[in-house]
């Protein structure tokens, strides 16, 4: 039985399709690009459904697979027949507190990102500098005044922590990098922290109560002042299908971010 | 029975206290600052002997404990209790060999590192641009021209890998940062990528045979055309032994590196 | 005769008090931060009216004096005697249009910044990418996809665009300094432009037209489909009256940015 | 009357050209890349000899001619008809003192970089961290410990400047940029100031004396314990012999060096 519908910044139908059915998914087929995947992976990681993503939109993508080789065989052969390779991906989920730390019950719904989650003011006529606090683990960590802060997996790590300048890491990796987004200070930098780690934030010196949590991108919820964000490594992963035989996860740097040491290159004549 | 020896850039014990015992030794105790235990890490990790490094220059360090933790009490009564940490930190190891990464036959020594294995030109007369190639677990990732190269450990996260602008890694986790050093292209980025992979770098163009590995910044050897270097985790860790009962990487971070997300620090009242 | 009035985020004193005398306005004085002391730029500039900005709120600034220089000597003195130094920094001002550079008629105010103009989408509740397209003198230059671009003058250098990672620029200097902010491009990097460059940007694929002015961090105009901004050095100067007699910029950098080239000083015996 | 010779890494045939000369030069004509282009600039620019640099070596340069357009038409008769623009590239100098920057007599030649003077310590089997303070017009700036020092022109923002994360300046400013290389401290930062500026330099704790001044990548002559180098805007400019009718300075940016703010080009429909 297969379920079909729109998917998009307006449009969410993966509650009504788990809502709709009695037995378990056993695979959703996504078609789009980056973002669609990670709509996906959102909403349906938690209930360990497997992603097919398909590059339909032209861009070269993270997540996605192209249509080449998805047309290049027989698919549902492969998929009927479990002949294909499964990503796992780590994500991280997101509670709203109050107060301090030792306060464990969440005021809101768990959120699910597998890119980053991010705390930024969100106004439309103001331009606000956001005031953040910063513990990790119990230990106050850090106070950062710009415009907000990212807290990112492997995977988000190439998307807007890398525009943020912060590390390109690995996403067969387990790992949290907190990046700063344009912080007044000369000293900041982005720091990776063990994947263990809980991340706990407070929004300071809000009066127009602006500051927000966003999941890949997408409104979460408002944080309101003495409220405290929690963000560490899910406990679901997202797991993509991968149908391309050579996967090459730096290649995929090279061609879509343009990444490169070196302009011009030159042979190297010394492999025997 | 105890051994005492001077240690600096020009002195290096180590092999003579090895060579002269013929039980295990149960502990090494260094006096100095952060290149001191460098380089009793690299001497002693092989042997599995637990390091004691005592911070006397006056400079706060990553790897020293204070002289203050160290007099506050009988330090013996500890040792000989078994009453402290054990920390334990990822090393490097490389090896030189001929040609392609299939020739798995190194023709150097093994060379180790706790911070950083770091491939750059050397000459008294010129300015050398290098050309280097890197492979990762077998595949060509990129080639960088420019100053050259570090592969480090996240304890070396915060030494030249910092300097030339790469991420700072949590020394709990298990990781390799390649980080370009003055690379010439504007989209070379530092990776940071699996504890289990194999980075292997070949120098290119390399006419005055200037091209050297260095090991925490002590020269390991040359490499000369054709040859490629292998990097990869080191079956050994340093194992550092922790007096203080309240050790914090965030606050040596801030306190020594002066890393700060924010100038001016606000009070957070929201804690209950 | 002297005019009294509160100056702050949502109080604009300057186009009253302008309108109400019929003499030229001799000098300001404003008591605040460098917030203070940009909004009385922005205002008084055109008129070619001094500021002495005196530095109440407790935190070293920029543009403004301490007040204890203030109260070290006779003020009023000094400036009825004419013995102070006025420092000139350069604006910038800016304009919509419709369409094409070979449309010069503006259809908005002339805005002024002493610090940046900034092109930057707002949203209460969506975080928004931008796509803009820059000319510089009627050449185009590059689009930039990310969180905005920030067209800054030496004095704003040490502002929003140093928290983008751009460049500092003593402000003694005349030079038009342009930052993207948060990038999605690895090879994307600030440059520096003769002060006589006229830099025209368009809002491409903004369908929530959410694409703002920003000047010196406030809100200027929305900026709609087609329409152009061009930023070019405004024609008149902000004029710092100096009342210190050893004004270093450089050491201003240091105390209040925390400008840094070592973290630990040595002697320089070598000096004779 | 022509005079022909090599030029390169090894020759410099410059000296005796000047010295075999009886009437002044009335052009030079260097075939090569950027490199060539730099030497000559540095032998000839002090007798104000205009340089037509034409690039023969098949990469895009910022200083050289492309052979298309010198084969596009008659250069002599362009050359000896006077229809070609002339762009002049300011240039600095430097000298080594003695001891404080009231000795104003130098004690060395006086060294000419048209892309930049570089303090670096050199060595053929040490890896050294340079300690380096810099005055600037007699006011002590800051010290700086890592890899060395660069002072740039805007011609020389695109090369070791680059490399170094420092600022891209339009060539058409004249300004100093000074940029740190692989500074030890976080809030390190490349600034740029104004070109009457007069940037002095003492290497501290140099105990193996391996501190160098660089010319545009050339070693130019060791400095001492207790000497200083004193670098200022040279009073002999560059000047090259432009053929092309379209020169672009951003595009050759985004050529070269493939500058670009978005990855992806959207289409600008606004432009009427």
Redesign the interface.
């Known amino acids: 039985r297969v379920l079909l519908g729109p998917s998009g910044p307006k449009d969410n139908p993966y509650p009504v399709f788990l809502a709709s059915v009695t037995q378990s998914i056993d695979l959703a087929i996504v078609l789009g690009g980056d973002g669609t995947a990670l709509s996906a992976a959102r909403n349906l990681a938690a209930d360990r459904i497997p992603i097919l993503a398909v590059n339909v939109g032209g861009?070269l993508g993270f997540l996605t697979e192209s249509p080449d080789d998805f047309d290049s065989e027989t698919v549902w052969d492969r998929l009927l027949g479990d002949r294909f390779a499964v990503q796992r991906r780590m994500m991280l989920q997101a509670s709203v507190h109050?107060?301090?730390r030792t306060?464990l019950e969440p005021i809101s719904d768990r959120y699910l990102a597998l890119n980053e989650m991010?705390i930024?003011p969100?106004?439309?006529?103001?331009?606000i500098t956001s005031?953040l606090?910063?513990e990790?683990d119990g230990?106050v960590?850090?106070?950062?005044?710009?415009?907000g802060l990212i807290v990112a997996t492997?995977t988000g790590s190439t998307c807007?922590t890398?525009?943020?300048?912060?590390?390109?890491?690995?996403p067969?990796?387990d790992?949290i990098?907190i990046t700063?987004?344009?912080?007044?200070?000369?000293?900041?930098?982005?720091?990776?922290?063990?994947p263990g780690?809980v991340v706990s934030i407070?929004a300071?010196?809000d009066p127009d109560l602006?500051t927000?949590l966003?999941m890949d991108?997408?409104?979460a919820t408002s944080m309101w002042?003495?409220?405290?964000v929690d963000i560490r490594m899910a406990e679901c992963d997202a797991e993509f299908i991968i149908l391309r035989k050579d996967y090459?996860y730096?290649?995929t740097?090279?061609e879509?971010?343009?990444?490169?040491?070196?302009?011009?290159?030159?042979?190297?004549h010394?492999?025997?």
Do not use: F, T
């Open positions: 861009h109050e107060g301090n306060n991010c930024k969100a106004s439309a006529d103001r331009m005031i606090e910063m990790i230990a960590v850090d106070q950062y005044q710009g415009d492997p807007y890398l525009a943020a300048s912060g590390p390109i890491i690995h067969g990796m790992a990098a700063p987004i344009c912080p007044l200070s000369l000293s900041s930098r982005a720091i990776i922290i063990p780690s407070w300071l010196a602006s927000k966003w991108g997408v409104l002042p003495g409220q405290r090459s730096y290649q740097l090279r879509k971010l343009q990444w490169a040491g070196a302009r011009i290159q030159y042979g190297n010394y492999r025997n």
